[in-house]
């Protein structure tokens, strides 16, 4: 438990410039936390970005390999008047650790390192080929991850991947998620003026930036709250019937999903409940809006430009690059004469959709039984882990998404925490997942 | 030139909390000054807010009495990285002072006191009866200044009021500004669920407070850039066919404003010119829009809450009062039953109209001939001075806006600056303004 508060301590929030060196100092942690577990081959990947750690144990042919993926990076903390403790003081309270990441994903990967720990500690081996890669990009797109695995298939070779970076239904509801959305990244800069102006002595005259930004933010969906991009839906799989009817029996109601978000009432796609217009349903979120005067009181300023940071998140069979310029184009024919905007693409990854009916898919299951007690229902997530993807379609690996999250547990958002019995109760599934990935055929050898 | 170069060096930043004890050891700064200048009564009042630094000099009741007004509070210097030195230096280069507040209002002010000091120092007296009245919140809406007007009348008692805070046409092209639009300022707030969301997990279910401002925000505007906000300009009073004419004569041309303003294209209210748009026509601008994520790369959040800060600046005969009643029923009109929306109001100033036929005129214009050896033009201003519309509202006194400040020194922005020559024609023309202010007939006693 000491372990897991040190290495929610460090401040790795990937996407800011000013925390490099802490992503850095953590990844240096974890890889020297990997070599007190036992595990004898840990290297710190450098990257053009933030770097990788990858560990490894055993190369026995006749025994099948797991591939452990987590990622330690976090989200920024802001907006940091909302914590009612510091945010990386990880602080333990009421059965929660508290502090960005606890639980997105530090303390969900670190179940897989202390199963490990206590497996080799136990058995002093592994009953199966381990390769674990952790992260430090996850929440900026993966972009180093990528290009690292599609050079070094030899390290990864492995026969499925289980990674813990999803939620539960609740407390003890786990859940294996089978399907995640894809994400693109984008960034809509409109520019105005060449610099700031007084507001008293130009309003009136000069188009605001801002306010131009706010109609094209505005245009992106119809009153219905559909997106109104052209295109946009025309790629999108309709799932059928069955599926659908299996999903209303599972998945939380309209009334719970509203209920974990607080939101007064529900908002969307006609035509589809608020898990579907989740999971199945592509969405499009502006997550941030940078112009003009944001401290407080007032400032009279006309702003030279502004800029929506814009998240997309895809469902099969839409493609990031696709739905980029679809974006793009949308923007140039809603860009008035007055001024100018340009579309930056931040990141990009495709949706995914893992086979129920993969062998790894039953020892997860058997995984979360010994570990929780209870069977585990079929999810699909609203959200993105990019390497999945990746995974599946460069090295042809299925992935076990095993999460110990509960809705609760406000990832992304201040006051996030993790449950301490759901990390316990994790490592426990995870020492039943090796065990029962023995039973797994081993792979095929690779050319 | 030290002594202005100190004065900018204050971060009197009054919208800010954090910089409350850089606006008081300003204003005590200045009151030292006032009282090495020669001035026998020098008073720092206290107030609510930031505090006023009030000046006398003689009582004799046959002379007549000037009311100098100017700040010393300052804008926000944000967006720092923008400013090639930084905002506080008070660095000289190229014949400039570069600085927050160096043009507004500190060195145009300045001017004034010089002017006094070197009165006192070669005659050893003034002409006339002198009020200084320097305040520490024109630039959040001088609530305070008010107040204190308000139960000030025997300490204010004048007959004309002199305010350098405005704009001349261009070098050596003096102005007096007869018109100040008035000012709203408002803060539309959105509420949408209790705490920010991951946006995949909810992105397309739960309805996006920033998404639901921006429709707000593009519904303040029609198309053609004309204020969509019902009855709005119910009260703007029209200006005649003969001022018109003559404002296209003195006024600047759509070019030069668009020049000055380094703007791509005109926009706004059809059928008048953009210098009519600035001034003679009422305006709303969107300051600042504060949501969701604004750091450095991304952060996949659906935020809790959305702020807009808007700037409405109004004409003759619209009242603060009623335009914010106007605003809030149209947003109330305007909101989806998806989020909750609250408008506050965080400053208020009439739109003023100073008669060009008062004695106060002819003395400020022999003052800019002298001064700037040139014949000053008669402008409007799209800005406000909150108290100019008190001075005539509470104690009946014109105010005569001879401005020092150039149209590119850049106000409310980055790398604000005013132009030294200005400083030394300004002390003259001030000079000039007090010797002439002696031939205005004494103020009636007041009962």
Not at 52 to 80: F, K, N
Not at 218 to 244: K, M, N, P, W
Not at 311 to 316: A, G, I, S
Not at 410 to 419: G, S, T
Request: charged share 20%.
């Amino acid at each position: 438990m000491r372990e897991l508060q040190e290495f929610v301590r460090f401040p790795s929030v990937s996407a800011q410039p000013a925390h490099a060196r802490d992503v850095a100092a953590c990844a240096a942690w974890l890889a020297d936390h990997l070599r007190q577990a036992g595990l004898p081959t840990v290297q710190i990947v450098r990257t053009a970005g933030h770097p990788i750690v990858y560990a490894a144990w055993g190369s026995e042919p006749e025994r099948p390999t797991m591939l452990i993926y987590g990622h330690y990076d976090v989200q920024p903390p802001d907006p940091l008047r909302e914590w009612r403790a510091p945010p990386f003081d990880a602080r333990i309270e009421g059965g929660y650790l508290h502090g960005r990441g606890a639980c997105d994903d530090k303390g969900q990967m670190f179940a897989h390192v202390k199963a490990i720990e206590s497996y080799l500690h136990a058995a002093r081996r592994l009953p199966v080929n381990v390769r674990c890669l952790f992260e430090g990009e996850e929440e900026i797109g993966s972009a180093s991850l990528s290009a690292f695995v599609e050079r070094s298939h030899d390290a990864l070779t492995a026969d499925a991947a289980v990674v813990s970076d999803t939620r539960m239904l609740g407390r003890g509801r786990p859940a294996i998620t089978y399907a995640l959305r894809g994400v693109l990244g984008l960034e809509i800069d409109v520019q105005g003026p060449q610099s700031d102006l007084h507001s008293g002595n130009f309003g009136g005259a000069v188009h605001n930036p801002l306010e131009a930004l706010s109609s094209l933010v505005s245009s992106l969906h119809d009153a219905s709250g559909r997106i109104a991009v052209r295109g946009f839906y025309d790629r999108v799989r309709a799932c059928s019937r069955r599926e659908r009817e299996e999903m209303a029996r599972v998945a939380p109601s309209d009334a719970e999903l509203l209920g974990e978000a607080k939101a007064p009432r529900g908002w969307g796609e006609p035509g589809y409940t608020a898990y579907e217009r989740t999971t199945i349903r592509p969405c499009l979120v502006v997550n941030g809006i940078v112009g003009g005067y944001q401290g407080p009181g007032a400032k009279a300023v006309l702003p030279a430009r502004a800029t929506a940071k814009i998240n997309v998140r895809l469902v099969p069979d839409q493609h990031p690059k696709e739905i980029a310029a679809l974006i793009r184009e949308h923007v140039d024919r809603a860009t008035p004469a007055t001024v100018r905007t340009t579309v930056r693409e931040t990141m990009a990854a495709k949706p995914v959709v893992i086979p129920r009916e993969h062998p790894i898919m039953r020892v997860a299951a058997l995984g979360y039984r010994r570990g929780f007690g209870a069977e585990p229902a079929w999810i699909r997530s609203g959200g993105t882990i990019p390497i999945v993807n990746t995974l599946q379609e460069a090295l042809g690996l299925p992935t076990a998404l095993m999460g110990f999250a509960l809705p609760d547990d406000r990832i992304h958002a201040p006051n996030e925490r993790f449950l301490l019995s759901n990390f316990h109760q994790g490592i426990a599934t995870s020492i039943w997942t090796l065990a029962g990935f023995a039973s797994l055929r081993r792979a095929a050898p690779r050319s």
